[in-house]
Structures are given as structure tokens and as C-alpha cells.
């Protein structure tokens, strides 16, 4: 998310580099990071994983899907520039949206008694959120695309398999140099983001309920 968006004409438009990095910001976008974030959360806290995949589903529903579709409806009424809202002005609404619905998850996972991993999930989101927005609105503007897929890969190695910690952790860079081969962020920006998920999954990990 950042300055104006890119439109990319003429010999830039044929370059691999930059074809590779809009796939790659496009298929790794916050919302997809997100959206497994919730999924994984899900299979891996609740005894029975199809159930545990509904709760998932359900969750990434108002984590991911709500907020994209409020962004995309925004686009296309030339609120925002572009889907990744690369304009640091543009931003706080959006944040605004993502706590709301995220809200409205948590509270969905109280009234129904969900797993107690997918209330911490919803906490933990919050307060990415708080922490995200509050240093883009006062210093620079981090990378969400960078923070989400931290958050994925480690909160993957803490439910699954620490393995899963090496195995993943390719998908950091290559999502470092999609957000910087488009100029959508600076190097500063991206490891920020990076930074602080690690952040605040250490500190939420304090407070992960047993999957036994």
C-alpha cells in the first residue's frame, strides 16, 4: 500500500521484473495472507479440522473478504486510487474498516463460542492493526504486504511445525522485491513491516492457548 499507482506503459510494461512483482503483490496481497491466517488458525484449533476450516472460512470472511470488497467498491468509485491504497493519506479509513470487521469477527467468535485459538487470532489482529496503523499515520508508512506474510509465516511455524519457519521464509523476500521493484515502498518501509509483525507475534505469542 502506497504513493500514486502504478501504470506502467510502453517497454516497463514488457519487463519480467515488473510482471513478476504485480503477481507477486497481487497473489500475495495482505488479504490472502490474511485470509489463511484465519484457515490455518481454524484447522489447527479446533479437534475436528472440517469444522475447524468453517470457523476459518467464516473468520476470513469479515479478516479479509470484507475489507478487500470495501476497498475494491472504493476504487471503483475513485475514492482510492488503487486496490493496494499505495497513498499514506488514504490509509486510515482503511484501517478503520479492518478493525471494524475484524471487530465484528471477534465478536461473532464470542457469542458462538469458537475456539479459543481463533479469539486469540482475532486479538492478535487488532492489535497488528492498531500498532500498523498508528506508526503509518504518524511515521512511515509500513508495508502490510510485508507485516501479513510475516504474521503467516510464523504464526504457520507456531501451529504446525517450526519447519515450516525455513520452508516459508522464501516467500519474505520475494515479497520484499515485488513491493519494491513497483516503487509501492521503500527498503526502510518493508523491513518495518517485517519488524513488526515479529513483534507483535512474540508478544501475542505469550498468550496462545493450548492446541492439546
Not at 17 to 28: E, H, K, P
Not at 63 to 83: F, K
Not at 139 to 157: D, E, R, Y
Request: glycine share 8%; hydrophobic share 55%; proline share 6%.
Amino acid at each position: 500500500m502506497t504513493e500514486s499507482p502504478t501504470k506502467i506503459q510502453g517497454p516497463a510494461a514488457a519487463d519480467p521484473a515488473i510482471r513478476s512483482a504485480r503477481i507477486l503483490s497481487d497473489v500475495f496481497a495482505p488479504a490472502v495472507s490474511v485470509f489463511l491466517i484465519c484457515v490455518l488458525c481454524g484447522v489447527a484449533g479446533h479437534p475436528h479440522p472440517w469444522a475447524g476450516l468453517g470457523w476459518g472460512v467464516l473468520l476470513g470472511t469479515f479478516c479479509a473478504v470484507i475489507p478487500m470488497t470495501a476497498i475494491h467498491i472504493a476504487v471503483r468509485r475513485e475514492h482510492l486510487t488503487d486496490r493496494h491504497v499505495t497513498r499514506r493519506e488514504q490509509r486510515w479509513w482503511v484501517f478503520l474498516v479492518c478493525v471494524g470487521s475484524v471487530l465484528c469477527g471477534m465478536t461473532t467468535t464470542l457469542l458462538l463460542s469458537a475456539p479459543s485459538v481463533l479469539v486469540w487470532i482475532m486479538l492478535t489482529m487488532v492489535a497488528g492493526l492498531v500498532v500498523t496503523g498508528t506508526v503509518t499515520l504518524l511515521g512511515p508508512k509500513v508495508s502490510m504486504h510485508a507485516f501479513c506474510m510475516t504474521c503467516l509465516v510464523i504464526i504457520a511455524a507456531l501451529l504446525i511445525s517450526p519447519w515450516l519457519l525455513l520452508a516459508l521464509l522464501p516467500l519474505l523476500p520475494a515479497v520484499a522485491f515485488a513491493r519494491l521493484k513497483l516503487g509501492h515502498h521503500t527498503l526502510v518501509e518493508v523491513i518495518l513491516g517485517t519488524g513488526l509483525a515479529f513483534l507483535v507475534i512474540i508478544v501475542a505469542q505469550q498468550f496462545l492457548p493450548d492446541l492439546g
